[in-house]
């Protein structure tokens, strides 16, 4: 009898634990959904009206539930929040030059996704980054706090480089390294954000952004739930 009732509380335990997990696969995909329409919007210059009046201001006071969170750079051409056709209160955004990770802004994401739940995070990196280029340009060791960021650059700069091409080959393949290397940096540095991930409970994407076009190129992104034997 108590074998039986251990393995009855067992089963509900795991039961319970992947009904979590495939609804926050769900809520993943469908934040992921929910951006990419919005920059498609962006892109196609159909821009949604935003609630941003006093009535959306007063709701946000009593709390956050943005959707997803972005990682991007500090360029002033980079806005998630006009890319995304998003309002106030939707976007977690942590922003820095050269769109790179330390313990302090990766304890901003840790913050946004244990605590505030969002689902959804999206790293995100830009072509002509200015970081990227100094990184590739330099030539001698940078002045100031610049060498902090430079440094955590330059193995992306270095990959890109054995990779050969042009100039612009270069520079657009360590854009890439670089959101590669940052999510990698992530997973080495957060064992919060690494059990989210590997639970479901929160889905990761990478991508560029195109200054030109407005468009967000997708690099990798969340699979797909697995569809429920009960599903109608």
Not at 76 to 86: G, T
Not at 97 to 126: F, K, M, Q, R, W
Not at 190 to 197: E, Q, R
Request: aromatic share 6%; charged share 25%.
């Amino acid at each position: 009898m108590l074998r039986k009732s251990f393995f009855t509380s067992l089963f509900l335990v795991l039961l319970v634990s992947a009904g979590l997990a495939f609804t926050g696969a769900q809520k993943g995909e469908e934040a992921f959904s929910k951006l990419m329409d919005g920059n498609k919007r962006f892109t196609s210059d159909t821009l949604s009206r935003k609630n941003v009046g006093e009535a959306r201001r007063k709701e946000l006071t009593k709390g956050q539930q943005p959707y997803a969170i972005v990682v991007t750079c500090s360029d002033s051409r980079v806005s998630p929040e006009i890319m995304f056709d998003e309002g106030l209160g939707q976007l977690f955004v942590i922003r820095v030059a050269g769109n790179v990770l330390d313990p302090v802004s990766l304890g901003s994401v840790e913050y946004a996704a244990e605590h505030l739940h969002s689902p959804l995070l999206i790293l995100l990196g830009h072509d002509h980054c200015g970081a990227v280029t100094a990184a590739l340009d330099t030539k001698s060791k940078p002045e100031g706090n610049i060498v902090a960021i430079v440094r955590k650059i330059m193995p992306a700069v270095k990959k890109a480089t054995l990779k050969g091409g042009t100039k612009d080959d270069i520079l657009n393949n360590a854009v890439r390294e670089n959101v590669s290397l940052t999510q990698n940096y992530m997973l080495r540095k957060s064992p919060v954000l690494k059990h989210l991930i590997d639970t479901g409970e929160l889905k990761v994407v990478t991508g560029v952004y195109h200054l030109d076009s407005g468009a967000v190129e997708i690099l990798s992104a969340p699979k797909a739930a697995p569809e429920s034997k009960h599903a109608h």
